[in-house]
């Protein structure tokens, strides 16, 4: 019972942790590649620490209430997802409820940005939501594909088949999946080339523009949790889960700085070339590795 | 207390509202309250009792029997509760509209139809009340006149269509049984041969099909939907629909049985998986045509569409988990769509029947109740977990997964990321937003709106935390149609494949929000700033609703439009209009004037003389 307890509290924070040190990371590299010197790696905590101190703006209940249950749903996903061993509510429902959940933290984002009252947040959300229904046709593709091929719906089930039977991004059908994922993993995250919600000299960060002091801080830690979740689900689903939090780290780490490395030199697809692309190459291998996936099951 | 009670009430209570209301508004506004109220509790005490009696033996010999059992009791309950919750809600919307004695006359009428239907215990009771509903739902649909007209013909005649299916598949019954009792057919039915059986699924499944809006029968709803009273479509959606579910359920698991239905046909030429993929395909398009609407109703109704084919679904599967999903799915439905709709009668009932979303806006600060109630019912059309409509679809897409059938999963799933948009929309325009300067004055929505739609709110999340409440009862209808009995706890359902416990979850997103609240409220405090007050990178934002959330999803719109044409609508008109061309035609023969018909004879007549004179047949 105390482990549990603790492994509850304790999971939240690591995310948080690889989350924003991702973050910080990810401005380094990009700056690197950009011939840059980058800021110091702990500049996100320095931000947020700072923005929380800060005083912000606030256009009325929904504007608060809709950041709170965006970040609380990102934690409770967190608690959903096998975190190298620890998984300490994944029992409660399975995949099926992660990709659910998932969608609290773009909605209450939504619905607080909505109240904002602002042309650049509703441009931003339009384009948040008709990417985001561009990439969740790969998506669910990929999802079912691997519940199908292991005949459950539950994320720890597919992380101990593999941890038998080898990694599913190096068997067969699936490594067309695994593929197809890592494909869309940009989107997902809002990169470039698919920052097109957030894009800042268009429509000034979009959904972000009335954020300030706490709003912003709050905002990024978000941002921290769903980058540590697209990538946790990628590493549990394709390779192989991890059998302890650091294994989980390194798997992560190099699928990160991989995927920034591709789309770092990319600059940004206008939204009708990101649904274009998106549903052309990712759902194409998307649907052969269901399909294939279907022929050998049966 | 007998089940003939029951509908002498339901129906003697209508009559006694419309004379009543001659005599005064006020007496006939509480009647009609109490008499849905008293129904709700009458079929509440009917809880688990299994009763089949005939009532009468007049009609050609056929006894006209009543029953009652755990499906029936399930659907009479929904049905009673929510009509309830809508006469409440008509109390302040049709205050000062005309014929409303006629109004509350027709829904009590609906209402004790759709009782009759449900305790049916033979075809001819089942199918007057099934004729009685269509005709006042007709009635209803056309209360508005103009459009409403139009609308109402068009549900009437595909509603006939269904009728008259119906009415040759209970023929063929009682030509083939002299019966007309649903149990003895049951029971006689089994040695049937599977053409027969074939052909009986298919005549009631175009009429409960054309009911329920099964992809391609669903022309009829959206402008149905769009053009009734508010309150009524809140019924029409909710539940009158929904007697199509209860007529599949009927046909399919209770007259001919599940070990029958399930094994219809060939390999993946199933009679259930055909009418699966129907059932996908009715989850899929409507979605994205939703996305296109500019309607709240509209939308709304095509919504009313797709989620119509997630219950199709579910039961035309077959497993237990599919079937409980299927029924869940359907009161689940009910309870959030009519609280939709209520919401946008709210918004309608103060804005003078504005329902054009690129009109509307920011309304959340003037009707914080409708919109909690539009959050929560669009969160239980999404599925968000802690929300009911979340643990009626886990049940479909587990089962969908499990078994082995990932698309038809995909389907179901990508038909909620499709939902997803349109909701937003359907929310964003309406409640947030900018205000429009006309709408600054607006007042909250009056009582009599606003305890409905608490009702409602309170339900969709109760059903989300504890969905065991509602899965006993639907487990036992499962159990009664001969599936295996799913494992229910009151906070979800437990299996090796997969557990959902959906307290844990309400634990974890309640901690999580408290947590997250506090940190929030440690930080440095926000100052509130009026609408106009926003960043805008120098460029001026009208003061008015501005431009960009009238199209609000206009690069999707570019791509997919072209291929969203309701092409099955406009089938059906090419073929009403070519029987009008028709008709037109033999009107030109028929005219109508007494001098072409006598030149008629007389050419006639001349003809036969001269066949006489030329061969002499004669």
Known sequence: ?298 | MSLVALLIVALGGALLTYVLGKVSHRVRDSFAVFISLVLVVMVACFYGKTIEKAFYFGFFGLPLVLRINMLSWFFALAITSLSTLSIIFSLSYMKDRERTNFYYLMMLIVNAAMLGIVFSGDLVSFFIFWEIMSWSTFLLISYNRGPALAAGMKYIIMSIIGSITMLIGILSFYARYETLNISEISTLIASAPSGYILFILVVFGIAFGIKNAVMPLHTWLPDSYAEAPSPFTAVLSGMLTRMGIYGFLLIMYVIVGAACTLNLGPGILKFNYILAWLGAITIVIPTFIAMLQNDAKQLLAWHGIGQGGYMILGIAFGTSLGLAGGIFHTLNHAIYIVLLFMSVGAVQYRTNGERDLNSLGGLIKKMPIAFIGGLLGISGLIGMPLTNGFVSKWLIYKTLIVEGYPFLAFAALIGTWGTILSVYKFLHNMFLGQLPEKYRDIQKSPLSMQLPMIVLSLAIVLFGILPGIPLKVINSIGTSFGFERLNVTLWGITSETGTLNTINIFSAVLVAGVIVWIIFRLGAKSVPVPQEDSYAAGAHTPADKYHYTAEFYNPLYRMIKPFLRDVIDEFYYWIAASVQRLCGSVRRIYTGDVGYYVMYIILFLAFLIFVQLKWKPW
């Open chain 1, 1 to 298: 019972m105390v482990i549990k307890v603790m492994q509850i509290i304790l999971s939240p924070v690591l995310a948080l942790a690889v989350g924003v040190f991702f973050l910080g990371l990810a401005r380094k590299i990009m700056a690197r590649i950009h011939w840059r010197y980058g800021p110091p790696l702990i500049q996100p905590v320095i931000d947020m620490i700072r923005l929380f101190y800060q005083k912000g703006v606030s256009h009325g209940r929904m504007f608060d209430l809709g950041i709170i249950l965006s970040l609380a749903g990102s934690i409770v996903v967190v608690l959903f997802l096998p975190f190298g061993g620890i998984a300490p509510l994944s029992s409660s429902g399975g995949l099926l409820v992660i990709l659910y959940i998932m969608l609290l933290a773009p909605l209450g984002l939504a619905l607080s940005g909505g109240q904002g009252a602002n042309p650049n947040i509703s441009i931003g959300i339009s384009r948040k939501l008709i990417l985001s229904l561009g990439y969740e046709v790969p998506f669910l593709l990929v999802l079912l594909a691997v519940m199908t091929h292991y005949k459950t719906i539950s994320i720890t089930e597919v992380v101990n088949a593999q941890q038998r039977v080898g990694w599913a991004i190096i068997s067969f059908p699936l490594f067309l999946s695994g593929l197809s994922y890592f494909l869309i993993l940009p989107a997902i995250l809002g990169f470039r080339p698919f920052d097109v919600s957030s894009a800042p000299q268009e429509i000034s960060s979009g959904p972000m523009v009335e954020y300030g002091g706490k709003y912003l801080a709050l905002a990024t830690i978000e941002h921290a949790f769903a980058l540590f979740i697209s990538i946790a689900l990628f590493v549990n689903l394709f390779l192989g889960g991890a059998a302890n939090p650091v294994i989980l780290f390194v798997k992560m780490l190099v699928v990160f700085v991989l995927g920034l490395c591709v789309n770092a030199v990319f600059p940004r697809f206008r939204i009708e070339q990101a649904i274009k692309y998106l549903w052309k190459w990712p759902t194409l291998l998307a649907f052969l590795g269901l399909i294939m996936t279907l022929v050998i099951r049966s």
